[in-house]
């Protein structure tokens, strides 16, 4: 074990994990991120907690991970590299590891022409592979980007985001296998509401025998209604929600699109389990975090093993 | 070449609202021909702003020129002789020729007529594009001579991110993507393999992170 997370050990246990995530509050309320854990806790294996999602600005992911820690919860410390440099990426990664955090997601982030500060400054000094490097760099060699050597290094388990969807697609396959050279342990892809696509990306993966170096946890996100899969179609970049999808929702009434969206969720997460390689699944249910329970326990996957 | 844009008249003509008697200074470099700061532009805006000023009954006087270079001693030389007459000069040359006549002529307000953009090419007539954001170091010969520094929104140096779609970028479907620019002619040079190693973090205090660069070369120094 590289660390003590919860995930780390469901994984290398050899179960099928599932995490959810949550997005703190555009605000001090520490009780928006506890219902939300209330909701997860004992569903799923790990929270991971969003670092200013869409570049709106939120509560700070490590601190929202502290609160879900304090209830018991594994969370998963979503990292951007937009906002900060590497002299504060590492003190937080040192910081978050002293409060408990085991599990990092290293991440590159939105641009933040999507969010409310789209006057910001971006600073991209690393990109996602480099944030990689770096969480192993002080974990394995207790080490700074620097060269100096750290007092007591952060026991972090590594994960990275991969997208099948985006483009060029041949190319998908070789980003994932960098991030794994660079040492992610286990990976949470975009959502899938192609299957098709997803499971000639995963032939890919297995072509490199990448699915043997790191956890595969395909991402899935039930749609609520017509509107939101137009939206995530057309509007967010590096999407893809094929129109037999959104013609299975239209095709039932209004009032019952939310419950299909559902029944798309499960059949979706019951697919990718038998798809050879994939080692869990990530819902995540945007602002919908009391439909998880239910989606986990129909798609079989409750209880969740206590790893210890 | 550096490229550049007028700034709004409206901007200009709030900058010497307070003066009567100035010199509008153009340069024949880079921004004569990015149609922002030569000569034509000269008389452009001065005649903008005379009918401005006519209007609100509030003329100004103007005296146009226009320089080989704003960013050589040399040449700003040549406004010395006369530029004690007039109480501001508006400068369309680029942020360094701006400066560096204030540089020169500390006694008078020189303010900046247009906007620096970037440094870029004429990609056809009326359409200039970044393509250098000035780095201090080259990584051109490791992308395919498309720089992710310039033409990656994020700057990342092992993209393409999950952003990527149908060769544009997530910030904007009007932009390319700059990392599938770079995957596309090293695969038409059949170089991929290129991509599957890491490109190392950077090193910025090359950029203007290390504080304003200067290059001193003693071999050419008088
Ligand atoms: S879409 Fe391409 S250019 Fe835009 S941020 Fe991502 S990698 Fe960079």
Redesign the interface.
Known sequence: MTSDSRLEKILEEGHFAVTSECGPPRGVGPEVIQKKGEILKGVVDSVNVTDNQTSVVRMSSWSAGVLLKQMGINPVYQMVT?DRN?IAIQSDILGAASLGINTILCL????Q?FGDHEAAA?V???????LI??VKLMRDDKKF?GGDELKGEPRMFIGA???PF???FE?RV??L??KI??GAQFIQT?CIFNIERFKKWMEMVRDRGLHEKAHILGGVTPLKSIGMAKYIKNMV??MDVPDELIERIKGVEKEKRAEEGIKICIETIQQVREIEGVHGVHIMAIEWEEMVPRIADEAGLLPRPAAQ | MVIGEGKPLQDVLAMVSQNKKIIVAGCRGCVTVCCAGGEKEVGVLSAALNLARQKDDNPIEIHEVTLERQCDTEYLEQVRSFIDEYEAVVSIACGAGVQFMAEMYRKIPIYPGINTNFIGVTEQQGVWAERCQACGNCKLHFTGGICPVTRC????????????????C???PETT?GW?LI??VLKEQGR?DK??H?I???D?STSRDGGPRRIVREDLKL
């Open positions: 937009r590497r590159s982030g939105d641009h022409k971006n991209y000094d690393l990109d996602s592979i480099h490097q770096t980007l985001a991969a997208n985006a483009d060029p190319f070789v980003r296998a960098k050279n660079a975009q970049p590096g | 929104a994020k700057r990342l140096m092992n993209g393409p991110c999950g952003g990527s779609t149908q060769g544009k997530e910030v904007d993507c599938q995957y596309d991929l991509l599957e890491i190392p973090v950077s910025w």
